[in-house]
């Protein structure tokens, strides 16, 4: 089992910034692969970003250029920088993880945080 703890979410205006961090602890070795998701009320959970241990990314193609993925190995801890934020950014967001970078739904889920942005 993994179990992911995540911090960081909150209100911010349009155009502002947050910081979501995520940790790992237990059986670190199912946790190639670490991610973000959201979903927002109403719609379908979608991959936001994802990074495996070795430093292979894959984004949305709606927070291109916007949302960073960054991995410490040493803590277990991914993190999403999230900068240019815009209301339709606002979701609950939840860590993931998994064996795989590509499975279609990771096994491993934190209890997720609320990111709000405001017009």
């Known amino acids: 089992q993994v179990q992911l703890v995540e911090s960081g979410g909150g209100l911010v205006q349009a155009g502002g910034s947050l910081r979501l961090s995520c940790a790992a602890s237990?059986?670190?070795?199912?946790?190639?692969?670490m991610g973000w998701y959201r979903q927002a009320p109403g719609k379908q959970r979608e991959l936001v970003a994802a990074?495996?241990?070795?430093?292979?990314?894959k984004y949305a193609d709606s927070v291109k250029g916007r949302f960073t993925i960054s991995r410490d190995n040493a803590k277990n801890t991914v993190y999403l920088q999230m900068n240019s934020l815009k209301p339709e950014d606002t979701a609950v967001y939840y860590c993931?993880?998994?064996?795989?970078?590509?499975?279609?739904?990771?096994?491993?889920w934190g209890q997720g945080t609320q990111v709000t942005v405001s017009s």
């Open positions: 993931a993880a998994d064996r795989s970078f590509s499975s279609p739904e990771y096994d491993y």
């Open positions: 237990g059986k670190i070795s199912s946790a190639n692969a």
């Open positions: 990074i495996t241990r070795g430093g292979s990314i």
